[in-house]
C-alpha cells in the first residue's frame, strides 16, 4: 500500500490548524473533496494552488518538515539575499507606492478644481438661459 505524500500530510495538518471543514478548506484551495487525501502523490497544480491561497506558510515545513508552519514575516525571502537587500527592497516599493499615492492625490484634487469649475460654469449657463427666457417672454 503506498503512503501518503508527507507534504499531503503537512497540508491537511495546516487545514486542521484553520478550525474549519475540510470542505470549506478544498474550497477555499479550489480543489476537489479528498484530493489531498488520497495515497497518490501531489501535483504541481494543487501545491501551487495551496501556496497561492496561503502565501504565509513556511515552505521548509511543507516540504521538508523543518521549521515552523509559518513564515517568521510576509516577505517571501530568498535565502541569496541579505537582511540588507530585502530591507532595501521593501523600502523601494514603500517609495514606489507613496509616488503613486501623491500622484494620485494630485490627479483627483485636479478633477475636483475641473468639477468645481464646470459646476459653476454650468450655474451660470443657466442663468444666463433663465434671463433670456424672461426678456423673451416680456
Known amino acids: 500500500m503506498q503512503k501518503k505524500s508527507p507534504i ?3 497540508i491537511l495538518y495546516f487545514a486542521d490548524s484553520l478550525n474549519i471543514s475540510r470542505r470549506e478548506f478544498y474550497r477555499k484551495i479550489n480543489v476537489s473533496r479528498g484530493t489531498l487525501e488520497s ?3 501531489i ?3 494543487i501545491l501551487s494552488k495551496f501556496i497561492a491561497t496561503f502565501p504565509e506558510i513556511n515552505l ?3 516540504i521538508l ?3 515552523e508552519m509559518y513564515q517568521d514575516n510576509k516577505l517571501n525571502i530568498n535565502p541569496l539575499y541579505s537582511k540588507t537587500q530585502i530591507e532595501q527592497k521593501t523600502c523601494e516599493k514603500c517609495e514606489e507606492k507613496e509616488r503613486i499615492i ?3 492625490q494630485q490627479t483627483i484634487e485636479t478633477q475636483q478644481q475641473l468639477i468645481r469649475f464646470l459646476q459653476e460654469q ?3 449657463n443657466r442663468n444666463q438661459y433663465i434671463e433670456k427666457i424672461k426678456t423673451e417672454t416680456l
Do not use: C, F, M, V
Open 102 to 104: 501623491s500622484s494620485q
Open 60 to 62: 521548509q515545513w511543507l
Open 65 to 67: 518538515g523543518k521549521g
Open 122 to 124: 454650468i450655474r451660470e
Open 39 to 41: 495515497a497518490s502523490g
Open 8 to 10: 499531503k500530510e503537512n
Open 43 to 45: 501535483t504541481e497544480e
